[in-house]
C-alpha cells in the first residue's frame, strides 16, 4: 500500500498562487500514475491532473490548462500542483491520489490522501 499527504492549501485572492504538494510512502511506491482530484461542497469529486511517475508524462483538464502544473521530484517521492491565476471556482478541498493503469476516472485510483483546502477569495 501506498500512503499520501498533502500540504500547501491555504487561502489565497483571486489572481494568487498556491504549489500543493503529495508526499508519498510505502512498499507500493511508485504507482503508475499520480493524480490530482478536487472536491466543492455539494459537488462531485472531479478529476484536475495527473502524471506517470516513470515518464514524467502528464495531463490538464481543460478547466485549468495554462494555469496549473504538476510535477514530480523522485528523490523526494513527492508530487506538486503549481497552481497560478487562481479563480474563485478553484475553491474545493484537493486530494491526492495513486492508480495502476493511465487513467483520468476517479473509481480507477485506488489510494487517496485526506485532502487540502485552497480558498480562492474574489
Known amino acids: 500500500q501506498v500512503q499520501l499527504v498533502e500540504s500547501g492549501g491555504g487561502l489565497v485572492q483571486a489572481g494568487g498562487s498556491l504549489r500543493l504538494s503529495c508526499a508519498a510512502s510505502?512498499?507500493?511506491?511508485?504507482?503508475?500514475?499520480m493524480g490530482w482530484f478536487r472536491q466543492a461542497p455539494g459537488k462531485e469529486r472531479e478529476f484536475v491532473a495527473a502524471i506517470v511517475w516513470s515518464t514524467g508524462g502528464s495531463y490538464c483538464t481543460d478547466s485549468v490548462k495554462g494555469r496549473f502544473t504538476i510535477s514530480k521530484d523522485n528523490v523526494k517521492s513527492t508530487m506538486y500542483l503549481q497552481m497560478n491565476n487562481l479563480k474563485p471556482e478553484d475553491t474545493a478541498v484537493y486530494y491526492c491520489?495513486?492508480?495502476?493503469?493511465?487513467?483520468?476516472?476517479?473509481?480507477?485510483?485506488?489510494?487517496w490522501g485526506q485532502g487540502t483546502q485552497v480558498t480562492v477569495s474574489s
Open positions: 491520489a495513486a492508480a495502476d493503469l493511465i487513467t483520468t476516472t476517479i473509481s480507477q485510483y485506488d489510494s
Open positions: 510505502g512498499r507500493t511506491f511508485p504507482r503508475l500514475t
